[in-house]
């Protein structure tokens, strides 16, 4: 990891698309651009190759579960190109549907997020997260110890996970 940021504009928009399994099929030039890599390093290729060590696992686990059931989800998500530079983002990922309803994929788009609401709302669950996953015996018990972390915070505050995003603020 180099510790460098990088950044993109507010009116700049980030597009991938996934196949049901995750791999990329679909990239935009801004993707690349941030990403590092270029178009043929990343088709193919799981989108998790752009997964920075330092995100919760367990907003990951949420990810898919949600998507899985058919929703969306919004999430705020730190990303790690080729370089090892990395770049925050607010995703919106959802599923794609064919002419039938029959989830194909999945499609994700990501703004530019709020440095304020980085700074001091998501970079400390993240951390509170990642401190549960790391205090375990093995990845899987992380796993579960972020995830129950993550579950409590959602009842103490009454919200579903897209609801606590967007009450921290775009």
């Known amino acids: 990891m180099s510790g460098r940021e990088r950044r993109f504009q507010p009116n700049q928009v980030i597009v991938s698309k ?20 270029d178009e043929k390093e990343c088709i193919g290729q799981p989108h998790n190759i752009i997964r920075h060590p330092e ?6 686990d949420l990810l898919w579960k949600t998507l899985k059931s058919g929703e969306e989800i919004f999430a705020y998500v730190n990303n790690r190109s080729k370089n090892g530079d990395h770049y925050w ?14 989830v194909i994929g999945y499609h994700s788009n990501r703004r530019v997020p709020d440095q304020a609401v980085l700074e001091n709302k998501i970079k400390p669950l993240y ?12 990845p ?21 996970f897209n609801q606590l995003m967007f009450s921290m603020g775009i």
Do not use: C, W
């Not at 995830?147 to 009454?158: I, M, S």
């Open 18 to 37: 996934t196949d049901l399994s995750g791999k990329l099929i679909y990239g935009n030039n801004l993707f690349y651009d941030l990403s590092g890599y």
């Open 140 to 160: 899987r018990e992380g796993l579960e110890k972020s995830g129950a972390v993550l579950q409590a915070l959602l009842k103490d505050t009454g919200m579903a």
């Open 89 to 102: 983002v607010f995703a919106h990922v959802t599923p794609s549907r064919d002419q039938s309803g029959q």
């Open 127 to 138: 951390a509170q997260l990642l401190a549960a996953e790391k205090s375990a015996a093995s």
């Open 55 to 60: 995100m919760p696992r367990a907003v990951f």
